[in-house]
Structures are given as structure tokens and as C-alpha cells.
């Protein structure tokens, strides 16, 4: 298993153009989300979903749409790219009916995204 | 609402010393999750343990170990004769249990910096 995935590791933007951080899961888990990271701020929540087709907000989801079409990927879709989303983005899954024991989110490796 | 408290922002050790990383956490849900995650230089977060609110019991495993007290709705966590390769940020988070409305919605701590010099 490939666990968590994302694509790209970095990038670069201008103010104002559009972009779309990947994610996708091997482990059929139905529950995912996405995090920004801040320094001194821990992670924070921007979007998340439970199922295919079912998506709600965070706590920080201004800026940001997803979509959740498969069970296997959940992008994230900056329409407008402004300097405060320069951040690092992760994205997580999970699957509390699953076999795992720590129901833990799986994490993965993080987007670091710089808007100029 | 919840929320996490991770009031030390860095914490520097001398090899082998032991070292103790502080989370205190807010909820109004009676079943809930506790986690601590590491996240090492290279950036990638490594789950380190899950706790329920109904296991009080501390757990140790190798070096680490955690103190889970409902009463003062804290969960610490000792490294005990750390070593370099335990710098690292240390994160605290707290999710509701499987099955409510937030399950999976994960709250973090500012998380601590935690810095281990030879």
C-alpha cells in the first residue's frame, strides 16, 4: 500500500492564479481531510469528507473547494491563490469502522505551497 | 468547542535527560480521542499513540511514555533519556469518537518544539 499521496511536494504561485493539490488513499478509507500548517500554530482543518460525494467545511475553509467524486483522491482547489495561503498542506485519512485498532489518521507527506 | 493547549513552545534537553511535553485539552464531548504525533525535521507527521477518554491508564512504550488524567483534562508526555534524533515538533490532538457528527476532525495543539543537543 501507497497510503496517503500528494501531489506536488512544492509550489509555486503568483497572486491570483488557480491550482489543485492532489490527494489519494489506497486503504478504502472513507473519511478525509485536509490541513494547513502555520508556524505556531499547529494544524488547522480546512476541509474534510466522510464519504464519496459528501464534503463539509472547517475551520479555515475560505479560499478553498473540494470535491469528493471517488473514495480514492480528494483534491484541493485554490481558485484564487493569495500570499496567506502560503502554508504547508496535508492531507489525512481515516476509517473509524476499519480493522485498524488506533483509528489513527493516516497523514500524508505534505504540500509546501508559497504564494508570491 | 474544543480546543488544545500546548503551553511550551520549545523545549531544549542535553542528551539523556528526560523531557516532558504538556497538553491540555478542552471538550464538551464525554467520548473523545487523544493523540500525539511527531513531526521530524524531513516534515512528514508520525502517529505516536491514540488514548481514549475512557482508558486512564498511562502507557509507556520504549522511551516514551504518557500520563492521561481526565480530572485536570491533561495528557502528557515524557521522553525519558532523549536522544538527538528525538528533536522533533511534538503535536497534541483531540478528535470525538467514531459514529458522532466530528469524528475524524482533528484538533491540534500549537505543538512543541522540542531540541536535543549532544
Known amino acids: 500500500n501507497a497510503g496517503v499521496t500528494q501531489t506536488p511536494k512544492f509550489q509555486v504561485l503568483k497572486t491570483g492564479q488557480s491550482m489543485t493539490l492532489q490527494c489519494a488513499q489506497d486503504?478504502?478509507?472513507?473519511?478525509m481531510s485536509w490541513y494547513r500548517q502555520d508556524p505556531g500554530m499547529g494544524l488547522r482543518l480546512i476541509h474534510y469528507?466522510?464519504?464519496?460525494?459528501?464534503?463539509d467545511q472547517g475551520e479555515v475553509p475560505n479560499g478553498y473547494n473540494v470535491s469528493r467524486s471517488t473514495t480514492e483522491d480528494f483534491p484541493l482547489r485554490l481558485l484564487s491563490a493569495a500570499p496567506s495561503q502560503t502554508s504547508v498542506y496535508f492531507c489525512?485519512?481515516?476509517?473509524?469502522?476499519?480493522?485498524?485498532?488506533?483509528?489513527?489518521?493516516?497523514f500524508g507527506p505534505g504540500t509546501r505551497l508559497t504564494v508570491l | 468547542a474544543q480546543k488544545v493547549t500546548q503551553a511550551q513552545t520549545e523545549i531544549s534537553v542535553v542528551e539523556k535527560e528526560d523531557v516532558t511535553l504538556d497538553c491540555v485539552y478542552e471538550?464538551?464531548?464525554?467520548?473523545?480521542?487523544l493523540f500525539w504525533y511527531k513531526q521530524p525535521p524531513s516534515g512528514e507527521l508520525v502517529f505516536l499513540i491514540r488514548r481514549n477518554s475512557f482508558d486512564e491508564q498511562n502507557e509507556i512504550s520504549g522511551r516514551y511514555s504518557w500520563n492521561f488524567q481526565k480530572s485536570t483534562s491533561s495528557f502528557n508526555f515524557t521522553i525519558t533519556a532523549s536522544q538527538v534524533v528525538d528533536s522533533a515538533v511534538y503535536f497534541c490532538?483531540?478528535?470525538?469518537?467514531?459514529?458522532?457528527?466530528?469524528?475524524?476532525?482533528?484538533?491540534f495543539g500549537a505543538g512543541t518544539q522540542v531540541v536535543v543537543t549532544p
Open positions: 469528507s466522510v464519504g464519496a460525494g459528501i464534503t
Open positions: 471538550t464538551r464531548d464525554t467520548t473523545y480521542y
Open positions: 486503504m478504502n478509507h472513507e473519511y
Open positions: 489525512a485519512s481515516s476509517d473509524p469502522e476499519g480493522a485498524s485498532e488506533s483509528n489513527e489518521q493516516f
Open positions: 490532538a483531540l478528535s470525538v469518537a467514531p459514529g458522532a457528527d466530528s469524528w475524524g476532525k482533528l484538533q
